[in-house]
T-cell receptor
Framework: DQQVKQNSPSLSVQEGRISILNCDYT??????FLWYKKYPAEGPTFLIS?????DKNEDGRFTVFLNKSAKHLSLHIVPSQPGDSAVYFC????????????????FGKGTLLTVNP | EPEVTQTPSHQVTQMGQEVILRCVPI?????FYWYRQILGQKVEFLVS????????KSEIFDDQFSVERPDGSNFTLKIRSTKLEDSAMYFC?????????FGEGSRLTVL
């Protein structure tokens, strides 16, 4: 039961260009979405999040866009740097809007981003 | 400096043995979580723990698993009788204002 889907297992971009990582979800109850970055043998590192009342959230080089009608979100990294090379996970949870989220996150399978110098 | 420290970083055990994984949050928090990632698969929720009680658990978290906070600081995950399929990275996490902060993980290898 893949409630959160990352259909691209890998993505390769050139340094300085934009990286766009996509995520789709099926559960309409999800109201809070997060992106994590993960290196091998390390824990996921929080990058950026967005609640369903917004359609965009920006933090430095990272911007997350949410299209609720399409149940789709994307992470944009501009400009991409070689140090951004990692696996990126999309995650979702529900109940956030009512202050009751228990942060039980449902993760996608991840997208391996490779930024080439 | 990590805000969540996990030990051991790697444990190898024989099938059927008990394993205890530990999580030490530096700050005093009420909400804790355990997640795991089997190699090549997605990160999966195991259990959430609030105010010294389990608040929610997944179908993965069966009778072989237990969590406790024995001394008010360490937060442990115990697997009573390990199976081959328990081999995974196990992540402890604490709740922040934005989401979950994960520890570095404990790799469990069951032979």
């Amino acid at each position: 039961d893949q409630q959160v889907k990352q259909n691209s297992p890998s993505l390769s971009v050139q340094e300085g260009r934009i990286s766009i990582l996509n995520c789709d979800y099926t559960n309409s109850m999800f109201d809070y979405f997060l992106w994590y970055k993960k290196y091998p043998a390390e824990g996921p590192t929080f990058l950026i999040s967005i609640s369903s009342i917004k359609d965009k959230n920006e933090d430095g080089r990272f911007t997350v866009f949410l299209n609720k009608s399409a149940k789709h979100l994307s992470l944009h990294i501009v400009p991409s740097q070689p140090g951004d090379s990692a696996v990126y996970f999309c995650a979702a949870t529900r109940g956030y809007g009512r202050g009751g989220s228990n942060y039980k996150l449902t993760f996608g399978k991840g997208t391996l981003l490779t930024v080439n110098p | 400096e990590p805000e969540v420290t996990q030990t051991p970083s790697h444990q190898v055990t024989q099938m059927g043995q008990e394993v205890i994984l530990r999580c030490v949050p530096i700050s005093n928090h009420l909400y804790f979580y355990w997640y795991r990632q089997i190699l090549g698969q997605k990160v999966e929720f195991l259990v959430s723990f609030y105010n010294n009680e389990i608040s929610e658990k997944s179908e993965i978290f069966d009778d072989q698993f237990s969590v406790e906070r024995p001394d008010g600081s360490n937060f442990t995950l115990k697997i009573r009788s390990t199976k081959l399929e328990d081999s995974a990275m196990y992540f402890c996490a604490r709740r922040t204002g934005s989401g979950l902060f994960f520890g570095e993980g404990s790799r469990l290898t069951v032979l």
